[in-house]
């Protein structure tokens, strides 16, 4: 079985240019989530899809942040503009109960 | 607010002796536990998990043991290998709540 599949592994942007990641979640799974994870830190959930819709984006820094889970499957991240303190790994987990299951993660690194 | 708490952040064991690894949360609601396991340049995996009307949980090598009443759990792996040595995260969730990670505890499994 394929596992949570994240991509590009490693950005290199300067401050306020944008960003993207992409995650293709494992197959079936309904429930989709992108985690901030800052060095020294653990993952923290920036926002949880449900097929297509949000369950908890309560953590998601709207003004710069933004997600999207067209038709309930793959799901891209964007951060516009991005500041140095966004320097961290994006993981992107899904799941079909409570375990989750983790992508490779993007690390984003903002000059 | 840290609701869950891994106070040490770096463990170092001999070969073949125990591993414990500590947990402590806040917050009562939380009803369903795990433990995820990081290797660098890698997303987290799943390694065990516990819910709340247990207090042991056992895999292999790997138990979990809940203290509801302290609020702690505990990661114990024995005998503890090399190919151990890994960031583990401690995370809790349910009573609605979104899934919480503490911050982790790195350990080193000498040969």
């Known amino acids: 079985e394929a596992g949570v599949a994240q991509s590009p592994r490693y950005k290199i942007i300067e401050k306020r240019q944008s960003v993207a990641f992409w995650c293709n979640p494992i197959?079936?799974?309904?429930?989709l989530y992108w985690y901030q994870q800052i060095l020294g830190q653990g993952p923290k959930l920036l926002i949880q899809?449900?097929?297509?819709?949000?369950?908890?984006d309560s953590q998601l820094p709207k003004d710069r942040f933004s997600a999207e889970r067209l038709k309930g499957v793959d799901s891209t991240l964007k951060i516009q503009p991005a500041k140095l303190e966004d320097s961290a790994v994006y993981l992107c987990?899904?799941?079909?109960?409570?375990?989750?299951?983790f992508g490779p993660g993007t690390r984003l690194l903002v000059l | 607010d840290q609701q869950v708490k891994q106070n040490s952040p770096s463990l170092s064991v001999q070969e073949g002796r125990i591993s414990i690894l500590n947990c402590d949360y806040t917050?009562?609601?939380?009803?369903?536990f795990l433990w995820y396991k990081k290797y660098p340049a890698e997303g987290p995996t799943f390694l065990i998990s516990?819910?709340?009307?247990?207090d042991k949980n056992e895999d292999g090598r790997f138990t979990v043991f809940l203290n509801k009443s302290a609020k702690h759990l505990s990661l114990h792996i024995v005998p503890s290998q090399p190919g151990d040595s890994a960031v583990y995260f401690c995370?809790?969730?349910?009573?609605?709540?979104?899934?919480?990670f503490g911050a982790g505890t790195r350990l080193f499994v000498k040969a």
């Open positions: 987990a899904s799941s079909l109960a409570e375990t989750q299951y």
């Open positions: 197959s079936g799974h309904a429930t």
């Open positions: 899809f449900q097929n297509n819709g949000v369950v908890d």
């Open positions: 917050n009562s609601m939380f009803d369903y």
């Open positions: 516990i819910s709340s009307i247990k």
């Open positions: 995370a809790a969730s349910g009573g609605g709540f979104k899934t919480i």
